[in-house]
């Protein structure tokens, strides 16, 4: 049950990580980006519930370092707020809600990335130290990333 949970999961973070990529691509018509973000958004709630879900079934096998991170990864919750914060811009009529808005879904999409890595790197058994180098490479990155493309998109 444990491994469909998880599965289901990371099909679902995929999912909003992959639709928040390209609904942040400036030539996407509008149609298409709302519809872009209604899955986006729509990703993340199943996400959060099913990792929930997930640790829940076989918490108390968990060793205490993965029990800390793992619990840490509950801070979806704050990523579900950010993406909620973001369409409530998005519904905004007039002024600038477009930076504001690409900070949350920059955010949130730098979580998820976080997420991918730092799970992956547990998985394969990956030292505590080079887990920490590999996020703060996907912080700086991300961060980057994040810039450029509202470099491209919003007026200078």
Do not use: K
């Not at 909620?84 to 002024?95: E, I």
């Not at 949350?104 to 730098?110: A, E, M, Y």
């Not at 998820?112 to 998985?123: C, N, P, T």
């Not at 590999?134 to 912080?139: E, F, N, P, S, T």
């Amino acid at each position: 049950m444990s491994t469909i949970l998880i599965v289901l999961h990371a099909a679902a973070g995929v999912a909003a990580f992959v639709a928040g990529c390209a609904m942040l691509v400036p030539s996407a018509p509008e149609p298409r980006a709302r519809r872009l973000f209604d899955l986006y958004l729509g990703s993340l709630g199943p996400m959060v519930v099913l990792s929930a879900a997930a640790m829940a079934t076989h918490w108390r096998q968990l060793p205490t370092a993965e029990q800390v991170i793992f619990g840490g990864l509950l801070l979806a919750l704050f990523l579900t707020w950010r993406a909620a914060a973001a369409r409530r811009l998005r519904r905004r009529s007039g002024g600038d809600w477009r930076r504001p808005y690409m900070e949350h879904v920059g955010f949130t999409l730098i979580a998820l990335w976080e997420g991918f890595v730092i799970v992956r790197a547990i998985d394969l058994g990956v030292s505590g130290w080079l887990v920490a180098v590999l996020a703060a490479l996907g912080l700086v990155a991300g961060n980057r990333a994040l810039h450029r493309a509202a470099a491209r998109a919003l007026p200078a």
